[in-house]
T-cell receptor, first 114, second 115 residues
Framework: AQSVTQPDIHITVSEGASLELRCNYSYGATPYLFWYVQSPGQGLQLLLKYFSGDTLVQGIKGFEAEFKRSQSSFNLRKPSVHWSDAAEYFC????????????FGQGTRLTINP | GAVVSQHPSRVICKSGTSVKIECRSLDFQATTMFWYRQFPKKSLMLMAT?????????EQGVEKDKFLINHASLTLSTLTVTSAHPEDSSFYIC???????????FGQGTRLTVV
């Protein structure tokens, strides 16, 4: 069965510092991978996605992620965080291929110190 | 981008009553929609797949008689929590992938509180 693991439940970084959120997946075929962000009490906003091609994908708000098949990872990065980046971040894999049924990781809560 | 609208955003109901949550795709047709449940400080768990014109497909452990799903049109799916109890209190989110199947658009979520 497909699964997604986000090892870090909570991360705190200082504003302006770099950020990396980890994501490992388990999926038999070529995965469809996503990163979503959720503000408190809100729905999910797509940051970026990977289906195929270039393994380094660029997203919105200055985020990027790198797909590494050998490590089954899809880590999210940002070179310099802003206070507005504080939120919950979810990594997900398309369970049936594509963006149909998504299997989510546990989420990583990001706190930004001023 | 495509928009999925979910209504209501918040609802408080008495124990034993039923609550209906709507999920609409505003600018594309969705033959399939998905309903997720999110417990506090937890991840999203898929509850069921809503299929236009046919029965919903429920994930293991989800009570189909408690969580009634109807996909009446290509732009509307509804989730009805029947005979709600306090343990049904949660954040419910719907999603709909457009025909391109390249991403899933999520509704704003519904905070259900059963008192």
């Amino acid at each position: 069965a497909q699964s997604v693991t986000q090892p870090d439940i909570h991360i705190t970084v200082s504003e302006g510092a770099s950020l990396e959120l980890r994501c490992n997946y388990s999926y038999g075929a070529t995965p469809y991978l996503f990163w979503y962000v959720q503000s408190p009490g809100q729905g999910l906003q797509l940051l970026l996605k990977y289906f195929s091609g270039d393994t380094l994908v660029q997203g919105i708000k200055g985020f990027e992620a790198e797909f590494k098949r050998s490590q089954s990872s899809f880590n999210l990065r940002k070179p310099s965080v802003h206070w507005s980046d504080a939120a919950e971040y979810f990594c997900a894999v398309g369970a049936t291929g594509g963006a149909q049924k998504l299997v989510f990781g546990q989420g990583t809560r990001l706190t930004i110190n001023p | 981008g495509a928009v999925v609208s979910q209504h209501p955003s918040r609802v408080i109901c008495k124990s034993g009553t039923s609550v209906k949550i709507e999920c609409r795709s505003l600018d594309f047709q969705a033959t399939t929609m998905f309903w997720y449940r999110q417990f506090p400080k937890k991840s999203l768990m898929l509850m069921a797949t809503s299929n236009e014109g046919s029965k919903a497909t429920y994930e293991q452990g989800v009570e189909k008689d408690k969580f009634l799903i109807n996909h009446a049109s290509l732009t509307l799916s509804t989730l009805t929590v029947t005979s709600a109890h306090p343990e049904d209190s949660s954040f419910y989110i719907c999603s709909a992938p457009p025909p391109t199947n390249t991403e899933a658009f999520f509704g704003q979520g519904t905070r259900l509180t059963v008192v």
